[in-house]
């Protein structure tokens, strides 16, 4: 039962979720925390952190470590928790494979006209709404620590939090330097 309710959850995300792996976050962590309770919070941003480490979409990636997390916290082997992952990250993907290959000759025939055009232009705030939501719920304390637990993690926290948006947005340090920077300051200030 929890793998077809892992394929309809996964499914929908992945045809609604517009904006990327980014903008499925919020979906996913709402789907899969919230309401399903397949996952802690706690968990759900280790796997974040993992996806945006592994090569590969963040979404499909997120998915994948959700299916197995989902079906290992239920009580199933290693075996049973391959097959959810198999079974999340195909019904994340299928909506997108099955409207590329209906619309494909569509798109390129009908692309200019105003119509196109006009759905396209309504749809690039709500990716930005559903980026923003997915920033927004991964500022949480156990991403930043709490200054009223430990006050040393959440200045820190904060701090490389500054110094990594700096060093990307003003100074143009590649992203996977900062991570590695952040990575590295973490472990030495933090343990």
């Known amino acids: 039962m929890i793998y077809l309710q892992l394929f309809y959850t996964f499914f929908m ?10 903008g499925m976050l919020s979906l996913i962590q709402t789907e899969t925390v919230v309401n399903h309770h397949w ?3 706690a968990e759900f941003t280790n796997i974040v952190a993992i996806s945006q480490m592994t090569p590969g979409p963040i979404g499909i990636n997120s998915a994948t470590y959700c299916g197995y997390t989902a079906i290992h916290n ?4 290693m075996i049973m928790a391959v097959l959810g992952s198999l079974t999340a990250t195909t019904a994340l993907i299928l909506p997108s494979l099955i409207l590329m290959i209906m619309i494909s000759r569509l798109f390129m025939k009908y692309m200019k ?3 196109v055009q006009s759905v396209f232009g309504a749809l690039r705030p709500v ?6 939501a997915a920033t927004l719920l991964l500022c949480n304390a156990e991403n930043f620590g709490s200054p009223d637990v430990n006050g040393w993690q959440f200045g820190i926290s904060l701090f490389l ?8 947005m003003f100074m ?11 990575a590295i300051a973490g472990l030495v200030l933090l343990y």
């Open 39 to 41: 996952l802690s919070s």
């Open 127 to 132: 990716v930005v709404g559903l980026l923003a």
């Open 172 to 182: 143009k340090i590649n992203p996977i330097r900062m991570i590695c920077y952040a």
């Open 113 to 115: 006209t105003m119509v």
């Open 74 to 77: 239920a009580g199933g082997n």
């Open 161 to 168: 939090f500054a110094a990594t948006f700096v060093g990307t």
């Open 13 to 22: 995300i992945g045809l609604f979720g517009f904006g990327g792996g980014y």
